[in-house]
Each structure stands twice: as structure tokens, then as C-alpha cells.
């Protein structure tokens, strides 16, 4: 079961990763050309093609790394600016970022629609954007946004420190009991926090007014002060907590002892303070 389950998940990532990539037709092409090759073997008894088939496996994992040689550099940066891999240092840096860029659109009243990729990976949620995977700084974002740029409808989908795609289609909420003034930046903003766990930054174009998005719910007109605590508590502690949260958890209920639980009368109280600090 544990093998089934090892072959699932690394051929489920395998066509996920080559789904999309410019060697995609080419490793279909092959994939089609080997099985029937090794069909007619097999149904044949063709021994020598069968030999041969098989001394080819070593030059096909050498086939493989030179035609996904530059989607196998992205992944490995990918995998580097992961939540995991970064510090909470590392994570405020990204957060000023985003706070000075709002800023300075929101003086001179630039639209912009930025969502911030987490667990759940972003493309897969827009319907088109263009790559451009290049380090997130204010002045490139100011620039993206910039209403005589070519790119500068649709949002912008940000990892860690990089600016992954521009110009994408989120998708609009579906909700009816927004208010009708509710522009399509912020509809976008919402339709797309509803569908992953991104956090949706806007800024109006109309006022400069700054929103956020998450999990379906839109604060609007916030201040700069507020939208960097909001964004430091969605994206600095949950994260540290995911990391190394199991592992305190691990520790404390191993070393609980019957008296230091919770009795049966505290559970109202512990119930209260719970729902004070949501």
C-alpha cells in the first residue's frame, strides 16, 4: 500500500508538473511512440527490441532533464520560496513591499489588484495572465499598474518575492448581496479569496481607497497601518505556527499530567476566551 501509494503520488506530480510546459508535446509524442513499441514487443516476443527498450530507460532520464532543464530550474525555485523555507524576516520584507506599493498607488489614485499566493497555487484559479517571474519591488509593480502599460488590466499573482504573472482574470464572486456600487476590481478580489486561500490587496481607482480580501471577505478602506497588521498575522504567524506549531502541540500534551487539564467548569471560560480572541 505505502509502494501504491509512493507511484500515485510522484506519477499524479510528474503529469502535473509536464501539464502546460513547452516539452509537454514532445513527452507526449514519446509516451505514445515507447508504449507502442513496448506493446508490439510484448505481444511479438520481439526479444532484441524488448533489450533494447529496456537499455534505454538510463538515456531517457538524461532525455528528460535536458528537455525540462528550464522548467526544472523554476520548480527548484519554487520549491526554494516556499512558506517552509522562508523567514519571518524574509516574509515582513514581502509585506513592506506590497505596503509601499499600495502607498504609492493609492496617492495617485492607480487601480491595482494584487493576490498573494499561499497553499494553493493560483494559476490554476485565473483564465489567462503572462509570466513574468521577476523580483516583487515597488517600482516594477508601480510599473505593471501604470494605466498606459500594455499589461496593466487584471491582477497580478505575487510568491514570496517574485511577481509570478500580470494581467489575470480572476474570477468575479458570485454573491448577491454586495452592494451594487462594488466595482469589479473588488468583485475579482473577493471571487478569488472565495476560491483559494490568496490574500487580494486592491486599490480603487476612483478614491485611492485600499481593500482586502480573505476567505471570502472584503474589509474595505482600510489604512496602511491596518492592512500591514492584517497581512503580518495572515502571513507571518500562521505560517510559523504551521511549521513548528505541531511539534510545540507534540511536546505539551505529552508532558500533560490529569491536573494540569482543563477541568469541566473551566470549559465555559475557555470557550469565552477563545471566542474573545477570534
Known amino acids: ?68 532543464q528550464p522548467e526544472l530550474r523554476r520548480m527548484l525555485a519554487e520549491l526554494g520560496n516556499l512558506p517552509l523555507f522562508a523567514t519571518a524576516h524574509e516574509q515582513r520584507e514581502n509585506i513592506e513591499v506590497i505596503i509601499q506599493t499600495v502607498e504609492r498607488l493609492a496617492e495617485v489614485r492607480i487601480g491595482a489588484l494584487l493576490a498573494i499566493e499561499q497553499s494553493i497555487q493560483l494559476q490554476e484559479a485565473v483564465e489567462s495572465g503572462i509570466l513574468v517571474d521577476c523580483e516583487a519591488t515597488p517600482e516594477m509593480l508601480e510599473t505593471i499598474f501604470f494605466p498606459n502599460n500594455a499589461i496593466h488590466d487584471g491582477g497580478v499573482i505575487i510568491k514570496g518575492d517574485r511577481i509570478a504573472y500580470a494581467a489575470c482574470i480572476f474570477p468575479l464572486t458570485q454573491r448577491q448581496d454586495l452592494s451594487k456600487s462594488l466595482g469589479t476590481r473588488h468583485r475579482a478580489a473577493i471571487g478569488l479569496s472565495e476560491e483559494t486561500d490568496a490574500v487580494v490587496v486592491a486599490v480603487s481607482e476612483e478614491n485611492g481607497a485600499i481593500s482586502h480580501a480573505y476567505k471570502g471577505q472584503l474589509v474595505r478602506n482600510v489604512t496602511l497601518e491596518e492592512l500591514r497588521s492584517f497581512l503580518t498575522s495572515v502571513l507571518v504567524v500562521p505560517t510559523r505556527s504551521r511549521n513548528w506549531g505541531w511539534l510545540r502541540s507534540w511536546v505539551s500534551r505529552a508532558k500533560a499530567t490529569p491536573a494540569d487539564l482543563p477541568k469541566p467548569a473551566d470549559a465555559p471560560a475557555a470557550a469565552a476566551t477563545t471566542s474573545s480572541a477570534k
Open 1 to 68: 500500500m505505502l509502494e501504491v501509494l509512493i507511484l500515485t503520488v510522484g506519477i499524479y506530480s510528474c503529469f502535473r508538473f509536464v501539464r502546460g510546459t513547452r516539452g509537454a508535446p514532445v513527452v507526449t509524442g514519446f509516451l505514445v511512440v515507447l508504449l507502442a513499441l513496448v506493446l508490439v514487443s510484448f505481444l511479438l516476443k520481439l526479444k532484441v527490441l524488448q533489450y533494447l527498450l529496456s537499455a534505454f530507460t538510463a538515456y531517457f532520464v538524461l532525455a528528460v532533464l535536458v528537455i525540462f
